[in-house]
């Protein structure tokens, strides 16, 4: 009876250790819906497993723990570019605690893949549409002369009522439009940008410029660009105010909040380099109108340096306030 208790025990305890290890149904379900439910940086706007589902075929998701990692695996068959059918797995390291996860490993007909090619091979599941890949190699891309700036974030700052679009010539050229208002010499005028864009090479180059229709020469082209990328009003348009308020820019935030913003620079009489902003909003069904001046140092950051409403003058802690009112 004591050897038959002992076994009883030990059994009872391999068998408790055992299942300590096992993967329950709902515990894979959640981390599968992790990744299925999340989305990758470069295309926020569809979910991964509606993507994959659209893309793939037979495809099929499962979790795995290796050690402590928690590990979300996908394989699916696609049709290759040359009409035959391949299949992909991809690996995903799952973090529980915050819900993020990684693409750590991925790899085509058991041959594994680096990361130079991830970008491109997404494209191809998340943008399907030639358009669309088109606009956004040139959206998402930069200029050598501005490596730091990506040019659909500058021309978002810059322009108002902007607008991308894509057509093909009929030479077969893929050509990406984009059109948009600002202010020159106190006149709002419309600038339209077209780029001849090579798919395959991922590359584009400015085939024409013109501002209210009138053709502009690359000297021209240049000056906009300058004024776009290096100038005084894209350092603070493109910046947060406060690490606070960090899900906006203070372009994107003042451009959606206010009615009618306008941005000017100028040199103040104390040689400072300011950034001035116009605008309006409703302020308990009354329009209020604020006026910001913004000095800008060489370094590309700035200061508050004097703002008002409906030209009294206010507070740095009544700026937080107003900060509170665009941003929540």
């Known amino acids: 009876m004591k050897k038959f208790s ?150 978002g700052s810059f322009f108002a009522d902007s607008y991308w679009d894509y057509f093909l010539t009929s030479d077969n050229l893929d050509v990406v439009e984009f059109s948009g208002f600002f202010y020159s010499n106190d006149e709002l005028v419309e600038a339209l940008f077209q780029f001849i864009v090579n798919v395959d090479e991922r590359t584009f180059e400015i085939a024409y410029l013109g501002v209210d229709d009138v053709t502009q020469d690359d000297t021209l082209i240049n000056t906009l660009l300058n004024s776009i990328f290096a100038s005084k009003i894209t350092d603070v348009k493109n910046s947060y105010f406060d690490v606070y308020y960090n899900w906006m820019t203070l372009g994107e935030a003042f451009d959606s909040f206010f009615y009618d913003p306008y941005w000017d620079y100028f040199l103040s009489t104390d040689d400072l380099d300011i950034v001035e902003f116009y605008g309006t909003f409703d302020l308990g069904g009354i329009p209020a109108e604020v006026y910001c001046q913004f000095e800008v140092y060489d370094d590309g950051s700035y200061d508050l340096y004097y703002w008002e409403i409906d030209e009294y003058h206010e507070s740095i802690n009544a700026f937080y306030l107003l900060l509170e009112l665009i941003y929540y």
């Not at 989305?39 to 994959?52: H, K, L, R, S, Y």
């Not at 290796?66 to 699916?76: A, D, H, P, R, W």
């Not at 002369?145 to 500058?154: A, C, K, L, N, T």
Request: proline residues 3%; hydrophobic residues 45%.
């Open 6 to 155: 002992v076994l009883l025990i030990l059994i009872v305890l391999i068998v408790s250790s055992a299942f300590s290890q096992r993967l329950l149904p709902q515990d894979s379900a959640k981390f599968i819906s992790i990744v299925t439910d999340g989305t990758f940086n470069n295309f926020p706007d569809v979910p991964i497993g509606e993507a994959f589902d659209s893309f793939f075929e037979m495809s099929r998701w499962k979790h795995l723990k290796e050690g402590t990692q928690n590990i979300v695996e996908f394989s699916g068959t696609f049709a290759d570019e040359y009409r035959g059918s391949s299949t992909v797995l991809m690996r995903f390291s799952v973090v529980e605690e915050d819900s993020t996860f990684t693409l750590s490993y991925w790899e085509i007909n058991g041959v594994s893949q680096d990361n130079s090619g991830q970008y491109a091979f997404l494209e191809r599941i998340f943008l399907p549409d030639r358009a669309a890949v088109a606009i956004s190699i040139v959206r998402d891309g930069f200029f050598y002369e501005f490596p730091d700036r990506v040019i659909g974030e500058s021309f």
